[in-house]
Each structure stands twice: as structure tokens, then as C-alpha cells.
DNA sequence: ATCACATATGAACAGTTGTTCAAGTGTAAG
DNA sequence: CTTACACTTGAACAACTGTTCATATGTGAT
């Protein structure tokens, strides 16, 4: 976090860029957002939660079934999911079925997909 | 991970939309390395030398005082990120350029702010 | 060879994350 | 109002992650 100036002289470090670069990055925040939402992205089982989701909307049990596990994991997966903005969820008595949020998920991870495909 | 039975009757599980899901799920291999690849972009330091890199190729150093961190910790987020092949890197006497890998980045990038941003 | 600089790396430590377990809602039916 | 089922939630604990610190490697100049 300090100590930089003993590493790395003025003359080296290539202004220029460095300058330019400086003036178009996104605010501190907006970049924070975007890390958390990868973040959610970065978890098999979540992963694989979205996966199941983009045939059809599915119950928490079904999705455990699917995925086997237990019925609280998934629950408290999908929640992170819905607070990303990634599912939602509608109740139809007792049952509550989650659907894909968007799709910008399918975008995402068929991009993701791609890129370790090459 | 057990004792799903017991929560979920035979009788009320979507039996056909579970059974179709369960045909077209990637394998379990390509799942866990996509969640490895988003877990990559899930933390803000990486996402910032990330971004930083969109403009051009940049030493350790200078990204290291761009972000205002020291340059251990920036060249043991590099490592991972070219462990995920999302940049890659030239040496130039000295110093050690690093550059974006290819054009998902961008897109996955792009994708993840449009989400945040809705 | 020796020195200086740019970068890399290993160990360690605090902070975070995902699952389990146990207990809690919410809803429909008897 | 009680029971049963679908789901949610909080606490706790092991496993993982990112930074720091100290040290090592690689390169070029003297």
C-alpha cells in the first residue's frame, strides 16, 4: 500500500498511460458492483442452479433434487441469487418457483462458456 | 445432502421438467471451470487491473501506482489472472508488460456493468 | 562480479464464504 | 386450531481467499 517510490522510479513508470488511463475508469463503487456480481457468478452451485434454470422455471425442491442437495443450501443460494438480481421468484401456494432474472445471465456465461472452450 | 424425502413428496415434484433439465446439463467439469473463471473476475483489485488494461498494455509497476497498491499484491492478482488466460504478458528488458488476452474480457465486462446498471 | 531495479513467490494471518443443523415462517387442507 | 408440507433463516464451523512481509529471481548497466 506504500513504498512504491522504492520500487518503481519517476522516470520508469509510463506517465502517459498512466494518465490516460486514469480519467476513464469507472467510479470506486460502480466497480465494487461489478466485482459482488461476479462474485455470484464464481460458485458452482449457483452456477448450476442457473444452468437448470434456463429450461424452465423450477421449486426449490426441485432444483435440490436436481443438484442433490439439500433443500437449505439451495434456498440460501437463491437467495444470493435474487439480491443479484439474477433470479426471481413467484409463489403459487406453497410451492415457490424461481425463473432467470434476465438475460444478461445468458449472455454471461455463454460468454464464460466461450472463453474456456477456446 | 440427504433426507430429501422428506421434504419433497414424490407426487409434488415437476418429475418432467426435472427429467429434461437433467438431460442438457453441461458436465460437471465445464461447471466447475466456469465458476473458477467467474470467481476471477469476483474481486474488485482484479476487476480494477482488469479495466485498467482495457486502454493498453501497462507494466507492474505502473498499475501497481494506478491503483494505489503495492506491487507484491498486484503481481499475485496478475498471476491469477493469467492462470485464467484473460491476460498475458511481454518482457521488455526489465519490466514486464501485461495485456488483456482476448475480447471476452470486454464482453463479459460489458455484460456485468449493463446488469448492474439496469 | 557487483549493483540496482522490476517483478515473482512463499508463508502467514485476517477476513470471507458455503454448508449443515436446528428452528422458524407461510400456506393449504382437514 | 392443528397438522403437514414447502420454504426460509440464523448461528456455527471448516475451507478458502487476498494482502502483507520477507525473500528470491531475472535483467541490464557499471
Chains 1, 2 share one sequence.
Do not use: N, W
Request: charged share 30%.
Amino acid at each position: 500500500m506504500q513504498e512504491r517510490a522504492e520500487y518503481c522510479q519517476e522516470h520508469h513508470v509510463h506517465a502517459d498511460r498512466v494518465a490516460h488511463v486514469k480519467g476513464d475508469m469507472p467510479d470506486e463503487v460502480r466497480l465494487y458492483d461489478l466485482a459482488e456480481l461476479f462474485k455470484v457468478f464464481g460458485d458452482t452451485t449457483r452456477i448450476r442452479i442457473l444452468y437448470v434454470l434456463f429450461e424452465s422455471e423450477l421449486c426449490v425442491c426441485d432444483i435440490a433434487q436436481l443438484l442433490d442437495m439439500s433443500q437449505s443450501a439451495i434456498s440460501h443460494q437463491l437467495r444470493v441469487l435474487k439480491q443479484a438480481r439474477l433470479v426471481r421468484s413467484r409463489r403459487e401456494g406453497k410451492t415457490v418457483f424461481y425463473f432467470l432474472a434476465d438475460d444478461h445471465v445468458r449472455t454471461i456465461i455463454g460468454q464464460g462458456m466461450e472463453h474456456i472452450e477456446e
